[in-house]
């Protein structure tokens, strides 16, 4: 006894290619957002102090006033919960340096002030980590005499406050306990050279 298909081989193969496509369609659909979603977006940060590239000036560095110097951000997500900034230095002697740790900023802030201290400048709920220096506070630019050294003021948005952690995280604590949070991210960069 013979079965009869009510389709040729010819059309046959084409229902299943067609099949086929439909189904890399759908899956190159969903790969794309996938893609799209995980890709954080990209705050734009600046400073009344100094532009991309340029050089901070020795007010906000050990040899001058050593203070933060004003920041603003804009492009940040509207759902973020909080905010964290780091600066660092890659050209140090002994590698990554650490000047500035500061985190749960409030979501609804879009900008730091001059002279940010844990009791100035500052609302209550922010709180500071550790610099390279063992300070809780903002340590500026202090490179060795030589060549100029880049300073990283990285901006971090959070879809959550990091009420776990404690005053005086350090930088990796802190990337730590943001793991899986950031929702996206921006960074200033300024030289400073020492001046003897």
Known sequence: MFLIFPFSNHKITQFAISFLILNLIVLSQIFSQTKSHNKKMEIKLYSSAFKEGNFIPASFSCEGANVSPQLHWRDAPKDVKSFTIIVDDPDAPGGDFVHWVIYNIPGNLNELHEDVTPSRNIPDEVMFG????????????????????????????????????????????????MNSHIIAEGHLMGKYQRSK
Not at 132 to 152: E, L
């Open 130 to 177: 550790t610099n390279g220096f063992g300070k809780i506070s903002y340590g500026g630019p202090c490179p060795p005499a030589g060549k100029p050294h880049r300073y990283f003021f990285k901006i971090y948005a959070l879809d959550t406050v990091l009420h776990h952690l404690e005053t005086g995280a350090t930088k990796q604590q802190l990337l730590s306990a």
